[in-house]
């Protein structure tokens, strides 16, 4: 398996650190690298350096609003609700890279 490009494994690395003391796993999916918690996708880095968020359906609409947010489209289908990808500019952001791992762990606890 081909080398994770070291853009990409540093906005990993720095999702991993924000995430519990738990088994994490990366697995590569959807031309991107997910980081895996209790088997299920928190998270994902993709190659442009902006990053998939799974986060629960009602709040999506309103996190969605947000500026740094938008929908990824996948070839020509928009993603559904929960999946949201946050520009690369901002998940470079430390304080706004916490608030959407915080959503995601967030949607996992529900």
Do not use: H, Y
């Not at 994490?24 to 190659?47: D, H, S």
Request: net charge negative.
């Amino acid at each position: 398996m081909a080398a994770i490009p070291e853009d990409i494994r540093d906005l990993l690395d720095r999702v991993e650190r924000r995430l519990p003391d738990a088994p994490l796993q990366e697995k590569r999916m959807f031309g991107a690298v997910a980081v895996m918690l209790g088997g299920e996708m928190i998270v994902a880095a993709n190659k442009d350096g902006s990053l998939l968020v799974r986060v629960s359906a009602d709040q999506d609409a309103e996190l969605m609003q947000r500026p740094e947010a938008s929908r990824l489209v996948m070839g020509s289908r928009p993603m559904g609700t929960g999946w949201i990808r946050v520009d690369e500019s901002a998940a470079a952001e430390d304080e706004i890279l916490d608030f959407w791992v915080d959503r995601a762990l967030e949607r996992r606890a529900r």
